[in-house]
């Protein structure tokens, strides 16, 4: 057996490995193929305001129906896009897809995309997001482009053009992912967010006493407010964050608490009625006492 043979556990691995290898570059070629063969899609999940649950915009989510897997998760293939050099044309797919959704929203609902920093270290991005809104005849302070810490990493001169090209334009800003990054508080200092997106991680238990999560999403909400930013909760999926998020003071919720991501025609649709209604993901995750 594997366990009590040094050669076989070796060999279980390397095969697992290897078939590791394989299905990567499986998928690979396949999603080489996955955009003209109209396998991905957009799908829609609502951002509410805190106090009264009003629909203030969607997050584009991306989604890959694999012919033969089924679903596969961006967690999955959006990092084999960035090394393959396909997350720059599936990137500017999904914003001309989710500017055309906005377009129908009612209530002058937004739409948040998510930027890889592969799509915004290239200097021809702000053009790209120029005429993907001009092809949509979207007003730009409608689009809110998500970009996570780790366009920090190797921050430099074009960091801070990029972020002036985009502010241009009239586009919103946010920062997604807060806090699981190289978090570093001196580019709250100069980047122009309009938005800190609280990740989900610390929402996660949050609601829990005595929760180290609790303090922190406070800090960061105090920090946002100085900055004149706003903050969305990640993740929020039972009625007893919304309460704890709404005593934190954050300004937005998303989360399966108010809805899944949905495709663009249940998306218009909600946007009419104007506001979501909390359903309850699970029961509730509090601890019994
Ligand atoms: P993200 O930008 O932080 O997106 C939020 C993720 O949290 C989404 O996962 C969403 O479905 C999930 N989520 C929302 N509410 C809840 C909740 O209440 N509970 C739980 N457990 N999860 C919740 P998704 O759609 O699987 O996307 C994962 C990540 O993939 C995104 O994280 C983002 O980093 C990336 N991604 C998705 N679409 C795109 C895209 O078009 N371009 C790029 N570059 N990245 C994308
Ligand atoms: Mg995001
Ligand atoms: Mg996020
Ligand atoms: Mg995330």
Redesign the pocket.
């Known amino acids: 057996a594997a366990k009590a043979d040094g050669r076989g556990v070796h060999r279980f691995y390397h095969e697992n490995m290897l078939e590791g290898a394989q299905t990567r570059k499986a998928l690979e070629d396949d999603l080489r193929h996955a955009l003209e063969r109209g396998e991905l899609q957009?799908?829609y999940?609502p951002v509410v305001a805190t106090g009264d649950a009003r629909i203030v915009g969607y997050?584009?989510?991306?989604?890959w129906q694999h012919p033969v897997r089924g679903p596969v998760?961006?967690?999955d293939f959006?990092p084999i896009a960035e090394e393959c050099g396909l997350?720059e044309p599936?990137?500017e797919w999904?914003l001309h897809t989710a500017i055309a959704a906005a377009r129908q929203f009612a209530n002058h609902a937004r739409v948040a995309?998510?930027?890889?920093p592969i799509?915004f270290a290239n200097p021809a991005f702000p053009a790209v997001v120029a005429r993907a809104l001009a092809a949509g005849n979207l007003a730009p302070e409608r689009l809110e482009l998500?970009i996570?810490e780790s366009v920090f990493l190797n921050e430099s001169a074009s960091t801070d053009a990029m972020f002036a090209s985009l502010k241009r334009l009239g586009v919103r800003l946010a920062l997604?992912?807060f806090g699981t990054g190289y978090s570093s508080l001196g580019y709250l200092r100069k980047a122009p967010f309009d938005k800190i997106?609280i990740?989900?991680s610390f929402v996660r238990g949050a609601a829990i006493s005595g929760s180290r999560n609790a303090a922190i999403i406070q800090a960061i909400v105090t920090l946002a407010a100085a900055l004149d930013m706003e903050t969305t909760a990640?993740?929020?999926?039972v009625q007893d964050e919304i309460e704890l998020i709404r005593g934190l003071g954050c300004s937005h919720i998303?989360?399966?608490?108010y809805g899944?991501?949905m495709d663009a025609e249940a998306a218009v649709a909600l946007s009419r009625k104007g506001f979501a209604q909390p359903g309850g993901?699970r029961i509730s995750r509090a601890p019994r006492i």
Request: charged share 25%.
């Open positions: 957009v799908v999940q997050e584009a989510l991306v989604r998760s961006p967690a959006i997350i599936i990137g999904v995309v998510n930027v890889s799509q998500e996570t997604d992912d997106k990740d989900q990640e993740g929020v999926e998303q989360g399966y608490v899944r991501p993901y």
